[in-house]
């Protein structure tokens, strides 16, 4: 049973930075997808950045809008996903939520079984 508890949410100016963190717990396999979506009012939610774990590799995934401005990151050995995001645009005001699966394959797609709760993040 995969648990993912997001963190460090909140209030940013822009042009500042805040990182979010995604514990996560259960996810034993080598090979998984993890990662961050996030939803405003009114709108879809967006895939934002993709963590892919296959054995010892790894690579990532990026938006098009967050691409060059947020990073994604693993603390293997605390199971921790990380999300730093720089250079905070207004627009990047929502819900932000960490997904994961124990799979490959991994895209933006919201088709992930198991999801966070979610962290604001407010840009003004």
């Known amino acids: 049973h995969v648990q993912l508890v997001e963190s460090g949410g909140g209030s940013a100016q822009v042009g500042g930075s805040l990182r979010l963190s995604c514990t996560a717990s259960?996810?034993?396999?080598?090979?998984?997808?993890m990662a961050w979506f996030r939803q405003a009012p009114g709108k879809e939610r967006e895939g934002v950045a993709v963590?892919?774990?296959?054995?010892?590799?790894?690579?990532?995934l990026y938006a098009d809008s967050v691409e060059g401005r947020f990073t994604v990151s693993k603390d293997h050995a605390k199971n921790i996903l990380y999300l730093q995001m720089n250079s905070l645009k207004p627009e990047d005001t929502a819900m932000y939520y960490c997904?994961?699966?124990?799979?490959?394959?991994?895209?933006?797609?919201?088709?992930?079984?198991?999801w966070g709760q979610g962290t604001q993040v407010t840009v003004s």
């Open positions: 997904a994961a699966d124990p799979r490959v394959g991994c895209s933006l797609q919201p088709y992930y079984n198991n």
């Open positions: 259960g996810l034993s396999s080598s090979s998984y997808c």
């Open positions: 963590f892919a774990s296959i054995g010892t590799d790894s690579s990532t």
